[in-house]
């Protein structure tokens, strides 16, 4: 197997005497789709913001392509190209698709009416945008000008993946991205989402949904009281299993338990 693009060794976050991250390590690999699942409370969300830079860790380090990193911020990851989707998605729904996919990236003008006047390019934006949109096969949104309050649930998790996707050239992460769509949008988020490991950009899973996660993670990241618990493989583990792992009714295996 390659070497992991991404990497986390002995992560320690405490908020009082509250401890969300206990010696937690992490691993995903070139091209994969990693899901990472876990109980209520179990520190997903402390693992994943201080892999994307919402939260700096106490204790630990964080390798990105082998070099040690430490980010200040997610604008700072992002800068090493590191995307995440929330499940608020944070965008601004009285804007257009093309806004929101550039939104704090914006494009100016060349020129002096860039440069001084502060001009916005958006006929490059709206270019690229649609560019974006179609490599993940979203072009079902016809006006890449509609304000994003105007687009369903579904379309407005396209946009946001396809934004991550666009500026994510390192690693995706995507958090409960199916969790308040139907059947058939869902189903288009999954799509997207091996649409993304299909253009060679890792992706990381946070979900609740087991079915979803069982269709499409080459790899499954159980956590567990603030740590990795175990990876198991989806080909030879069952649901059941998983979440038997994820709740303490059944131990992890002794092989590759902390692999």
Request: hydrophobic share 40%; with cysteine; proline share 4%.
């Amino acid at each position: 197997m390659s070497s992991p693009i991404l990497t986390a060794r002995g992560l320690v976050k405490r908020y009082g005497r509250v401890t969300a991250m206990e010696n937690c390590d992490f691993d995903l690999y070139p091209g994969e789709i990693l899901a990472v699942i876990g109980d209520n409370g179990a520190g997903k969300s402390t693992l994943i913001k201080s892999l994307s830079g919402a939260v700096r860790p106490d204790n630990g380090e964080i390798r990105l392509d082998g070099n040690v990193v430490s980010f200040s911020s997610p604008i700072h990851a992002r800068e090493h190209g590191i995307e995440t989707v929330y499940q608020t998605l944070a965008m601004s729904p009285a804007l257009s698709i093309a806004d929101n996919m550039f939104m704090g990236r914006e494009l100016r003008k060349a020129g002096v009416l860039g440069k001084i006047f502060r001009q916005l390019d958006k006929k490059k934006m709206q270019a690229i945008a649609r560019e974006k949109l179609s490599e993940l096969g979203l072009m079902t949104i016809q006006n890449i000008g509609q304000a994003v309050e105007t687009l369903s649930g579904g379309q407005r998790q396209g946009v946001a993946v396809a934004r991550a996707a666009a500026f994510g050239t390192n690693v995706v992460i995507l958090d409960e991205p199916t969790a308040a769509l139907g059947v058939k949008e869902s189903r288009k988020v999954l799509e997207l989402i091996q649409t993304v490991k299909s253009r060679g950009i890792p992706v990381i899973l946070i979900s609740h949904n087991m079915p979803h996660v069982f269709e499409v993670a080459d790899r499954i990241h159980v956590h567990r009281l603030g740590r990795r618990l175990c990876v198991i493989d989806p080909a030879e583990c069952s649901m059941s299993d998983a979440v038997a792992l994820m709740t303490g009714a059944m131990e992890p295996p002794k092989v590759g338990a902390t692999q």
